[in-house]
């Protein structure tokens, strides 16, 4: 069934917020670098939103400042949904990320303007926070977003970090917003880019 098939409620409201929910179904076809944690295959755009909202949960008492546990798990549950216009950017191609910022925008404008108008608003400035990492919230919840993969990478024997040919200065700047969102947890990202480099992993530059 395509998502225009949808029958319709006679409420223009939920009628949009069920083609908006039918639409973003296709988050689950976004295959991500990131491989689950037993190596088996990449995991997708659903599955990683779903894992940080679940460390949202747990990790919440670790947060650098206090934060607005729903505001959070909006950002982590959202932010993610442009890729299903705009297409995952491996975080280690250099080139694929030019032009990244634009791609998503334009495909947050498509994205979000399926919501009545102020959910619309509502979504797109949380999306734009999480992107500033410039809030309580928004670095919280950045700082998940780097920890899952970089929690998958120690799990796969580096997988990302080598095919990306990654550096110890990109794994750094990456990882950098754990150390205003979660800094309890900035020892242990440090120790695993050590490890990393010692296995081979990550290159010592």
């Known amino acids: ?13 939920l009628d949009k917020q069920l083609y908006f929910i039918a639409e973003v179904d296709k988050i689950k076809l976004i295959l991500r670098q990131t491989l689950l944690t037993d190596g088996s295959r990449r995991e997708n755009d659903a599955e990683h939103s779903w894992h940080l909202a679940l460390m949202a ?12 546990s ?7 549950i959202f932010h993610d949904l442009v890729e ?3 297409g995952d950017t491996f975080a280690f191609d250099v080139e694929a990320n030019k ?3 634009k ?10 303007s399926l919501l009545p108008s102020n959910q619309e608003k509502e979504y797109r400035l949380l999306w734009e926070e999480f992107d500033r990492m410039d809030t309580p919230d928004s670095q919280f ?17 580096g997988h990302t970090w080598i095919k990306g040919s990654a550096k110890k200065s990109q794994v750094l700047e990456r990882m950098s ?15 695993n880019i050590e490890e990393g480099i010692k296995q081979g992993w990550i290159t010592n530059i």
Do not use: C
């Not at 949960?57 to 607005?68: G, K, N, R, V, Y």
């Open 1 to 13: 069934m395509k998502t225009i098939d949808i029958l319709t409620t006679n409420n223009e409201r």
């Open 57 to 68: 949960s747990i990790l919440e008492e670790h947060s650098a400042q206090p934060i607005q």
């Open 70 to 76: 729903n505001r959070v798990l909006k950002m982590v």
């Open 84 to 86: 299903i216009y705009a």
């Open 99 to 101: 032009g990244k910022e």
């Open 103 to 112: 791609r998503e925008a334009e495909a947050a404008d498509k994205l979000f």
């Open 141 to 157: 919840a950045a700082s998940l977003d780097r920890i899952q993969p970089f929690l998958h990478n120690t799990l796969t024997s």
């Open 177 to 191: 917003i754990v150390k205003k969102g979660i800094p309890s947890l900035w020892d242990w990202v440090e120790k």
